[in-house]
């Protein structure tokens, strides 16, 4: 059983940074065989959003409109872990922060996501 875990999260304040990282432990899986690479996040009363997502091969990446710049998402070059950078951070970005792996098989797995809370 592959467990997605993240970390990195907590409490700064506006204006401030913080890096997420995505990891599997007792992986059973390839890291080269993962195909996607995202980061979620559900703002309270709406629906699930996507923050940031890689594409490994071919290189593709892509943000959600919010991002405006602020994140960079990267993963090792050994496959995991994976990582969210992201600086400026605002109100706004306070929320539970997800990341999900897919594989060539088609398996998908979550983690349990990590808290990251903006405040002055």
């Known amino acids: 059983q592959v467990h997605v875990v993240e970390s990195g999260g907590g409490l700064v304040q506006p204006g401030e940074s913080l890096r997420l990282a995505c990891d599997a432990s007792?992986?059973?899986?390839?890291?080269?065989?993962?195909?996607?690479i995202s980061w979620y996040r559900r703002p309270p009363g709406k629906e699930r959003e996507l923050v940031a997502e890689?594409?490994?091969?071919?290189?593709?990446?892509k943000y959600g409109d919010f991002v405006k710049g602020r994140f960079t998402i990267s993963r090792d070059n050994a496959g995991l872990p994976a990582y969210l950078q992201m600086n400026n951070l605002e109100p706004e970005d306070t929320d539970v922060y997800y990341c999900?792996?897919?594989?060539?098989?088609?398996?998908?797995?979550w983690g349990q996501g990590t808290q990251v809370t903006v405040s002055s």
């Open positions: 999900k792996i897919e594989l060539v098989t088609g398996l998908t797995y």
């Open positions: 890689m594409l490994p091969r071919p290189g593709f990446i």
């Open positions: 007792e992986p059973t899986f390839n890291p080269n065989d993962i195909i996607d």
